[in-house]
């Protein structure tokens, strides 16, 4: 809001490329240099005096953050693939940043039924204690892992348990590494500030993205999705998890489904997406997660 108003921090903004005058970039980026939440009036100041530093981190970062909670949304369909072709899933996520979103089997999920109207929070009252359904990851010790909250409206078929994951691989332009303190810092710098929940579910996600980091294939998708495919272990179905498709801009519709293609994989890879559905639209299922899950 500051900013919007301030003539001279919008000129320096409009010295940047398009592509980079973007709110978030400059916020991350100071927090990324230890701004703290203050007036407008301090912030400016912490502005001036690393005004250069500012710039090259945005320019040489981009917007990548990572929000493992999106796995709660998935989770309905991807547990029905696992069911319906009966073993473990090989998992591609489209635009992975860290991958973190390539550990659903890893975390926890309390999903709150709020009936049949839209999701709302509200709604969630303890009295929903009864028509919440909680899964636990296998073999897990509480406190281990992030809970993913999920408000539901309609028939959503929630799993009775979470699927296995047999394989997970991701492709971004730009991979984030979870072992790499500035990247963590990075993706911690994007949550927004009063959102300390997201940021203790990042610590958690991230944690055991660490025990065994993902493989991450730096590159396009649209080039490199089909040969990643094919490196999937044989006689396992790729469900992928392409993220919301306006994160990735560069992604050409519909998505290449790799075993089309050919390769070890039996079947079409089945390509899986959280959009936004347009205004009005009316939803036969429906699922909201906790406030920030995206
Ligand atoms: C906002 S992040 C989302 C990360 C993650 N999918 C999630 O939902 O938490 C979008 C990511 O998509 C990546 N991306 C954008 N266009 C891409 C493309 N054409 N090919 C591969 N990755 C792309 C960006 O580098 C960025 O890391």
Do not use: K
């Given at each position: 809001m500051g900013i919007a108003g301030d003539a001279e921090v919008i000129r320096r903004i409009d010295q940047w490329p398009h592509n980079k005058r973007q709110p978030l970039l400059i916020v991350a980026a100071a927090r990324f240099l230890g701004a703290q939440i203050s007036p407008y009036r301090d912030f400016r100041r912490f502005?001036?005096?690393?005004?250069?530093?500012?710039?090259?981190?945005?320019?040489?970062?981009?917007?990548?953050?990572?929000?493992a909670g999106r796995c709660a949304t998935l989770l309905p369909s991807l547990a029905q693939?696992?069911?319906?072709?009966?073993?473990?899933?090989?998992?591609?996520?489209?635009?992975?940043?860290?991958?973190?979103?390539?550990?659903?089997?890893?975390?926890?999920?309390?999903?709150?039924?709020?009936?049949?109207?839209?999701?709302?929070?509200?709604?969630?009252?303890?009295?929903?204690?009864?028509?919440?359904?909680?899964?636990?990851?296998?073999?897990?010790?509480?406190?281990?892992?992030?809970?993913?909250?999920?408000?539901?409206?309609?028939?959503?078929?929630?799993?009775?348990?979470?699927?296995?994951?047999?394989?997970?691989a991701g492709i971004d332009l730009n991979p984030l590494d979870v072992r790499d303190p500035a990247d963590v810092a990075w993706l911690e710098a994007l949550v927004w500030p009063e959102q300390e929940f997201r940021l203790e579910r990042l610590r958690q996600a991230t944690a055991i993205a660490r025990e065994r980091p993902p493989l991450l294939e730096?590159?396009?998708?649209?080039?490199?999705?089909?040969?990643?495919?094919?490196r999937a272990p044989g006689r396992r179905r790729p469900g992928g998890i392409p993220q919301r498709r306006h994160g990735v801009p560069g992604?050409?519709?519909?998505?290449?489904?790799?075993?089309?293609?050919?390769?070890?994989?039996?079947?079409?890879?089945?390509?899986?997406?959280?959009?936004?559905?347009?205004?009005?639209?009316?939803a036969g299922r429906r699922v909201q997660c906790g406030p920030g899950n995206g």
């Open positions: 502005l001036d005096h690393h005004w250069d530093a500012v710039s090259e981190i945005v320019l040489s970062r981009s917007t990548q953050t990572n929000e693939i696992s069911a319906a072709e009966g073993r473990p899933l090989a998992l591609i996520e489209v635009g992975a940043s860290a991958g973190l979103a390539l550990f659903p089997d890893r975390y926890g999920y309390e999903f709150v039924d709020t009936g049949a109207g839209a999701p709302d929070e509200s709604a969630a009252d303890p009295a929903a204690e009864a028509r919440t359904t909680r899964l636990v990851p296998d073999g897990a010790q509480p406190g281990t892992f992030p809970v993913l909250r999920c408000l539901t409206a309609g028939p959503v078929p929630l799993p009775a348990e979470i699927p296995r994951v047999a394989w997970r730096a590159g396009d998708v649209n080039e490199q999705l089909v040969e990643l495919a094919g992604c050409r519709r519909p998505l290449p489904v790799p075993a089309h293609h050919g390769g070890p994989c039996r079947g079409a890879g089945l390509p899986l997406a959280l959009e936004r559905r347009p205004h009005g639209g009316s």
